[in-house]
């Protein structure tokens, strides 16, 4: 069965840019939406965005100017890039697979802004 | 952005006992309503989907009932596997939206 593992720095300064890593192994990627969602602390989730064969991706409103999901899923990774980051952004950030619902997450992995 | 509303915050249930979850929609989002179980250290799990399809290996003592803006997620006779946080989430419109979550714990 697919799994899902994120990875990436856990500690990111203030400004900065986000760069995190979604590994899947255990089954196909071909014919899948991937998607990036987080959880701030103490709120809610949030769904960051999508893509598609590397090429199609789509990004909420609220993040769509500083947000890059991309990858090549034939590679089995892809990845996300958050840009000009601040506290706002210190939460849980989970890899997932759907557009619009995900059936598949990852473990998540915790990333703090702070100087 | 539609406004997921899940209530309660918390609920404390005995094993074998029915548990009885809500969440509400700022607007209609017709069927289009995912049910997820997150346990501490683990990924999350779809549950339910399209109001009332349970994902793959998801017992049938999960289900859900509404549409529209009202949900409401049973779970008929507790297990003590099932004590764990639910979310409510929409995908009728972009972007996808979440409730803040019931944590089921034990009485």
């Known amino acids: 069965q697919v799994q899902l593992q994120e990875s990436g720095p856990g500690l990111v300064k203030p400004s900065e840019t986000l760069s995190l890593t979604c590994t899947i192994s255990?089954?196909?990627?071909?014919?899948?939406?991937w998607s990036w969602i987080r959880q701030p602390p103490g709120k809610e989730l949030e769904w960051i965005g999508f893509m598609f064969n590397g090429g199609i991706t789509k990004y909420n409103p609220s993040l769509e100017s500083r947000v890059t999901i991309s990858g090549d899923t034939s590679r089995k990774q892809f990845s996300l890039k958050l840009t000009s980051v601040s506290a706002a952004d210190t939460a849980v950030y989970y890899c997932a697979r759907g557009s619009s619902r995900a059936d598949v997450w990852g473990k998540g992995t915790t990333v703090t802004v702070s100087s | 952005e539609i406004l997921m509303t899940q209530s309660p915050a918390t609920l404390s249930v005995s094993p074998g006992e029915r548990a009885t979850l809500s969440c509400r929609a700022s607007q209609s989002v017709s069927n289009n309503l995912a049910w997820y179980q997150h346990k501490p250290g683990q990924a999350p799990r779809l549950l339910i989907y399209g109001t009332s399809t349970r994902a793959t290996g998801v017992p049938d003592r999960f289900s859900v009932s509404g549409s529209g803006t009202e949900f409401t997620l049973t779970i008929s006779s507790l297990q003590s596997e099932d004590f764990a946080v639910y979310y409510c989430?929409?995908?009728?419109?972009?972007?996808?939206?979440f409730g803040g979550g019931t944590k089921v714990g034990s009485k």
């Open positions: 989430q929409q995908y009728n419109s972009w972007p996808q939206t």
């Open positions: 255990g089954g196909s990627t071909s014919g899948f939406f």
